[in-house]
């Protein structure tokens, strides 16, 4: 029986401006840019339990990206926003989730691409079937094998991991196999004890497997009865697509916003001076219920402390919009949606007196998922006030802060500031603004790893009520100098970090050690300060006819496995803990000597120049490097936040001296819903070493490498 795989995420993209469902004029419009999700997963072979697909919607990543790049990355169903902004132009949504394992029973893994466009006034339904990605195979044994092949087992596999199937789990097993790049075949193995006592065993190779497809081996015993104890037994493999059959849903929580402003932030004003404020509500199916409670209904003016506006008669709708607070919903059957809008008056929130109040709100959708929210009313006699500054806007050395005039009266408002502990405050003004508009001001010439006060302020005013930030933390290399040298790793190779014990370089001499030879070692010809810099020499490295052309290199993490054969085969793990902060630029000194090229490829052909390299990356993970396996560094991985690189196609430097380079750092949209967790440097004489490319006579001199904080 062919079975579906996958997830399916729900794409709905409406017209217009984020805010144009979400305006006090034309609720519920269409307008263009708004994209809407919902997820749907189906996980098994068979319809999985309802914990199992939750597992798979927290697991799940979504990304959106446009042709610049990753903008958007969400994990967890729930964590997708109901309403995201997208400007006109063609996209790409993706989806992954599960566990991505070499070989298991249980574990499984899916993968969803699809391109789509955002046009003014279009409607659209972007559907990411996310199949499996793993192999499948299973077994269909003869009846009566174990019979005749006693404690039978069939041990399938890839290059990285196998499985073994029995009389046991022959019935209902089935394996999940992801394949490594390169690896395109399943082998197979039949071992077991003949009834003449004899082992048994028989091999076999599945070719050109792909994922989504389940490959079945079936296993047929036929008697010999011209060998005793013997028998014949044949193996034929079915492949079969999985396609869709069984469908489980798995949606996200109701979501719960503010209508032109922050809900997770106090909404504040002057006494009377409140406008009219919305909260948006918006959820998959129709709402079981949508109640709104407070503590301090009596000073609200509400008549009952908690209401449920699914349940509520007409006459208490009259009553509650009588005085000033209404509700207002709407389903779309298209698309399975209920979006609703509970408002305040003006005349209702500037009854108010000075004081803070709290309104929660709770929906709970037809899936029985449930959200929960407060509103915090601020009325306050302040002129001016602060509002949160995101961390996005906040840098080792400067920042953007926020204000609002609440107030009649204030002219030239702005902000006053300080480093925490300091006595002397710093004064920005920005002018005369509105009442109830927001202000900004940028903060330069900061210390990074500094927290500072602020405070909003006027001409003859001061709100004494504060704010912190706390500026970024600078990264520093460690051994950016490369003063320190050791020996450890594989046949104790030479390493440029303190001690073996705490690496943060390794090179590619792991791999050349085995050929006895050195592509990095510290170096006194040419420094910039200190004793040594980074001497970095490409070479063929190989012994008894085997080996491969190498790159003079180094890089930011460790070398896991290195074997000098044919097939020259490393295994490196890019990527260093990292802080999460956002440098511009990397500075460092270099020398370089490219040769010309005696080992060519598609990238440069024999007696080409060489190319010598230095990049930076700024990732959310490690990444796992196996040239010989296809796996190459790619700057447009979903984990790359930030790149630069400079490439050098002839000399650079004079003789014998180091010169000063810049690298600018260039951020992608994604930088702005998170940090970066890890950092790739990487310096070589021949850059297109991890493809087997360069010259044997290439040389570069690395020396005082920093991040620059503007």
């Known amino acids: 029986m062919k079975k579906f795989f996958g997830i399916i995420l729900t794409t709905l993209l409406m017209g217009g401006m984020l805010q144009s469902c979400q305006s006090e004029e034309g609720f519920f419009e269409e307008g263009e840019g708004l994209l809407k999700m919902r997820m749907v997963i189906n996980n098994s072979l068979t319809r999985a339990e309802d914990s199992a697909n939750d597992d798979l919607a927290e697991k799940c990543v979504i990304y ?39 070989a298991s029973f249980d574990k499984k893994f899916y993968k969803a691409y699809e391109p789509f466009t955002i046009t003014k006034g279009d409607v659209k339904q972007v559907i990411l079937n996310c199949k499996i990605a793993n192999v499948v195979a299973s077994i269909n044994p003869d009846p009566i094998l174990s019979e005749a092949l006693a404690d039978y087992t069939v041990t399938i596999g890839n290059t990285r991991g196998s499985l073994e199937f029995n009389a046991e789990n022959a019935a209902t097993a089935h394996g999940y196999f992801m394949q490594p790049n390169g690896d395109t075949s399943l082998s197979w193995t039949i071992t077991g004890k003949r009834e003449n006592g004899e082992n048994y065993v028989k091999k076999g190779i599945i070719y050109d497997v792909k994922s989504a497809h389940e490959y079945v081996l079936n296993i047929k015993y036929t008697p010999d009865t011209n060998d005793y104890g013997g028998a014949f037994i044949t193996v034929t493999v079915d492949d079969s697509e999985l396609v869709i059959n069984d469908i489980v849903e798995i949606k996200g929580a109701p979501v719960i916003s503010g209508i032109g402003y922050d809900i997770s932030k106090p909404l504040e004003g002057a006494p009377g001076k409140f406008n009219r404020y919305s909260v948006y509500v918006q959820g998959l199916g129709e709402f079981k219920s949508l109640k709104m409670r407070s503590a301090d209904y009596t000073v609200l003016g509400f008549p009952a402390e908690e209401y449920d506006f699914i349940t509520m008669s007409d006459d208490t709708k009259t009553e509650l919009a009588a005085i000033g607070l209404t509700y207002e919903s709407a389903y779309d059957s298209s698309f399975d949606t209920t979006s609703a809008r509970i408002s305040f008056s003006s005349e209702l929130l500037n009854t108010l007196d000075l004081g803070t109040y709290v309104i929660n709100f ?78 900004t001001a940028n903060l330069t010439d900061l210390q990074p790893g500094t927290k500072y006060e602020y405070q909003a302020i006027a001409d003859d005013y001061i709100n004494t009520e504060s704010m912190y930030f706390t500026t970024e933390s600078m990264f520093m290399i460690p051994n950016a100098s490369f003063e320190y040298w050791c020996k450890g790793g594989f046949k104790n190779a030479v390493m440029p970090n303190e001690n073996a014990n705490n690496i943060f370089w390794d090179s590619g001499n792991q791999g050349a050690a085995l050929a006895s030879t050195v592509l990095l070692d510290k170096s006194s010809d040419m420094v910039h300060s200190g004793n040594y810099s980074a001497r970095m020499a490409s070479k063929w490295c190989g012994m008894m006819g085997m080996g491969a052309f190498s790159g003079g290199n180094m890089f930011s993490g460790v070398c896991t496995n290195v074997v000098i054969s044919a097939n020259a085969t490393a295994e490196l793990t890019y990527g260093q803990p990292f802080n999460g902060s956002r440098p511009a630029k990397l500075r460092g000194w270099a020398n370089y000597r490219p040769g010309s090229v005696d080992y060519d490829g598609d990238a440069l052909s024999k007696g080409a120049t060489d190319h010598g390299q230095v990049m930076v990356a700024l990732t959310t993970g490690t990444m796992y490097i196996n040239p010989t396996a296809g796996n190459f560094f790619n700057s447009n991985d979903p984990s790359v936040l930030a790149f630069g690189e400079v490439t050098w196609t002839g000399n650079f430097s004079a003789d014998g001296q180091l010169q000063e380079f810049v690298i600018p750092i260039n951020y992608k949209e994604a930088a702005n819903n998170t940090k970066a967790t890890h950092i790739i440097l990487q310096a070589t004489a021949s850059k297109f070493a991890d493809r087997f490319v360069g010259s044997t006579s290439s040389v570069l001199y690395i020396d005082d490498l920093e991040l620059v904080y503007e």
């Open 64 to 102: 959106v990206s446009s042709e610049k790049g990753l903008i958007h990355k969400f994990k967890g169903v729930d964590n997708v926003p109901s309403d995201l902004y997208l400007k006109s132009g063609s996209y790409v949504a993706e989806a992954w989730t599960g566990d991505s394992v070499t």
């Open 362 to 439: 709770e929906a709970i959708d037809s899936n029985d998922k449930i959200t929960k929210k407060d509103l915090t009313l601020k009325v306050s006699d302040a002129g001016v006030v602060l509002e949160e500054t995101p961390w996005q806007e906040i840098y080792a050395r400067h920042a953007k802060i926020y204000g609002r005039v609440v107030k009649d009266g204030m002219t030239n408002p702005g902000f006053r500031y300080r480093a925490v502990g300091s006595n002397d405050w710093t004064t920005v003004l920005v002018g005369d603004v509105e009442l109830n508009a927001s202000f």
